[in-house]
């Protein structure tokens, strides 16, 4: 009997080992009862003000703090099992974010536009002007392909019609440049709950684009849309990136599933994330993954692993990959290698405020055929919004 006790105590031992670790959900739970059965589509979704938060850490003071602990909305579990309070943000609507991101895209691509502006609407527009043109707009990343063609059909439509009325030079450029970053692409998030499962994202990358930070951008573009996020830390390498995804977590009242050991299997903790979604009824899970180089193949096929294990449980219905607008055409290369591994289904671009690299949207959709669902301008944590094609030109060109 006793060898038998033994035998279970170093079977179990062993299996817990090789999962890798015990797994912590940080933040805000459905709270039990709310569903009676499977959620329905029609059930309104939780706040923050509703749920409680599970964790096993007080929140750290200084850089990275999750905020003033003064909300009774919402608890926290500190290491001595005592409750405290902490102040969840409500992220700013949507609708806010574009108008103010279209702003400063305006103050910061103005360069590009105006440049463009200037030369077709000058009295003769000669074959030097023209290859200026085409040196402007290869300079702002839009690529050889899309370049030719935007010249090719601005020379034929300038000739046709002869004017130089820079309102008719500047409806010119739009319509061109509109068709160029075609509206009719389908831009919207696969962020809408199934009947039996939530939706479920990976985010993935190269090192150093911010994917980490994008992610809690994104949960919070969610949160705002009233939706019940749950966040993955599958991003097992990188030290203190769990802590860093909980931490904006925690901000906006959203938990994230990680491992509580260094180097856990980043495809465990993505199967874990899942689970923990679908068990809790959230709307969206979205996993972070480690960022890897494009032409590294061993990691590269790590990854194509962690969505196949989390398609064990439920399909993969948004693959986003973080790209820096500044990388230009390297970016490119990157989108291809990633797209082949993982089936890229949208492209979040970051950094997108300098003054000559608007051309990259046009250049990474024509490549993948993938559109551009999100930009972002600047480091705050509502610079992060919906991307809009009419929006875009209208700021490129005004």
């Given at each position: 009997m006793d060898q038998l006790i033994i035998i279970i105590v170093v079977a179990a031992v062993i299996l817990i080992g090789g999962v890798g670790a015990a797994f912590l959900l940080r933040g805000r739970k459905t709270?039990?009862?709310?569903?009676?059965?499977?959620?329905?589509?029609d059930d309104p979704p939780l706040t923050s003000a509703g749920g409680s938060v599970d964790t096993l850490e007080r929140p750290r003071s200084g850089a990275g703090s999750t905020g003033t602990i003064t909300d009774e909305d919402t608890e926290l579990v500190d290491d001595l099992g005592g409750k405290v309070d902490l102040e969840v943000e409500r992220p700013a609507p949507v609708l806010g974010r574009l108008a103010r991101l279209r702003e400063r895209l305006a103050r910061s691509n103005n360069a590009l536009g105006k440049g463009l502006l200037a030369l077709l609407s000058q009295d003769k527009i000669d074959d030097d002007v023209w290859d200026e043109i085409e040196e402007t707009l290869l300079l702002a990343d839009l690529g050889t392909e899309p370049t030719l063609e935007l010249v090719e059909n601005l020379k034929r439509r300038v000739k046709v019609e002869g004017s130089r009325d820079p309102e008719r030079v500047r409806t010119l450029l739009k319509e061109e440049l509109l068709a160029l970053v075609d509206p009719t692409m389908d831009r919207s998030l696969a962020d809408d709950r199934h009947d039996n499962r939530p939706s479920i994202m990976m985010v993935v990358g190269v090192n150093g684009v911010g994917k980490t930070t994008t992610i809690g951008k994104i949960a919070r573009v969610l949160v705002a849309e009233d939706k019940d996020v749950l966040l993955g830390a599958a991003d097992t390498f990188r030290a203190a990136a769990a802590e860093q995804l909980a931490t904006w977590g925690a901000r906006v009242g959203v938990p994230t599933v990680k491992s509580d050991i260094d180097?856990?299997?980043?495809?465990?903790?993505a199967f874990e994330a899942v689970k923990a979604g679908i068990e809790q009824e959230v709307d969206v899970v979205i996993i972070?993954?480690?960022g890897r180089l494009q032409n590294k193949v061993g990691l590269m096929d790590e990854l194509g692993k962690i969505k196949r294990v989390v398609e064990k449980q439920a399909e993969v219905d948004e693959v986003l990959l973080v790209l820096d607008a500044t990388t230009g055409q390297n970016g490119l290369n990157q989108a291809k290698v990633f797209s082949e591994v993982v089936n890229v289904t949208g492209?979040?671009?970051t950094k997108l405020d300098g003054t000559a690299k608007g051309g990259i949207v046009v250049a990474i959709q024509r490549q993948l055929g993938v559109p551009v669902k999100l930009i972002g301008l600047g480091e705050g944590p509502d610079d992060l919004a919906p991307f809009d094609a009419q929006g875009f030109v209208d700021a490129l060109v005004d």
């Amino acid at each position: 009997m006793d060898q038998l006790i033994i035998i279970i105590v170093v079977a179990a031992v062993i299996l817990i080992g090789g999962v890798g670790a015990a797994f912590l959900l940080r933040g805000r739970k459905t709270p039990p009862g709310t569903y009676t059965s499977t959620r329905d589509s029609d059930d309104p979704p939780l706040t923050s003000a509703g749920g409680s938060v599970d964790t096993l850490e007080r929140p750290r003071s200084g850089a990275g703090s999750t905020g003033t602990i003064t909300d009774e909305d919402t608890e926290l579990v500190d290491d001595l099992g005592g409750k405290v309070d902490l102040e969840v943000e409500r992220p700013a609507p949507v609708l806010g974010r574009l108008a103010r991101l279209r702003e400063r895209l305006a103050r910061s691509n103005n360069a590009l536009g105006k440049g463009l502006l200037a030369l077709l609407s000058q009295d003769k527009i000669d074959d030097d002007v023209w290859d200026e043109i085409e040196e402007t707009l290869l300079l702002a990343d839009l690529g050889t392909e899309p370049t030719l063609e935007l010249v090719e059909n601005l020379k034929r439509r300038v000739k046709v019609e002869g004017s130089r009325d820079p309102e008719r030079v500047r409806t010119l450029l739009k319509e061109e440049l509109l068709a160029l970053v075609d509206p009719t692409m389908d831009r919207s998030l696969a962020d809408d709950r199934h009947d039996n499962r939530p939706s479920i994202m990976m985010v993935v990358g190269v090192n150093g684009v911010g994917k980490t930070t994008t992610i809690g951008k994104i949960a919070r573009v969610l949160v705002a849309e009233d939706k019940d996020v749950l966040l993955g830390a599958a991003d097992t390498f990188r030290a203190a990136a769990a802590e860093q995804l909980a931490t904006w977590g925690a901000r906006v009242g959203v938990p994230t599933v990680k491992s509580d050991i260094d180097g856990a299997d980043p495809a465990s903790v993505a199967f874990e994330a899942v689970k923990a979604g679908i068990e809790q009824e959230v709307d969206v899970v979205i996993i972070d993954t480690a960022g890897r180089l494009q032409n590294k193949v061993g990691l590269m096929d790590e990854l194509g692993k962690i969505k196949r294990v989390v398609e064990k449980q439920a399909e993969v219905d948004e693959v986003l990959l973080v790209l820096d607008a500044t990388t230009g055409q390297n970016g490119l290369n990157q989108a291809k290698v990633f797209s082949e591994v993982v089936n890229v289904t949208g492209i979040v671009l970051t950094k997108l405020d300098g003054t000559a690299k608007g051309g990259i949207v046009v250049a990474i959709q024509r490549q993948l055929g993938v559109p551009v669902k999100l930009i972002g301008l600047g480091e705050g944590p509502d610079d992060l919004a919906p991307f809009d094609a009419q929006g875009f030109v209208d700021a490129l060109v005004d």
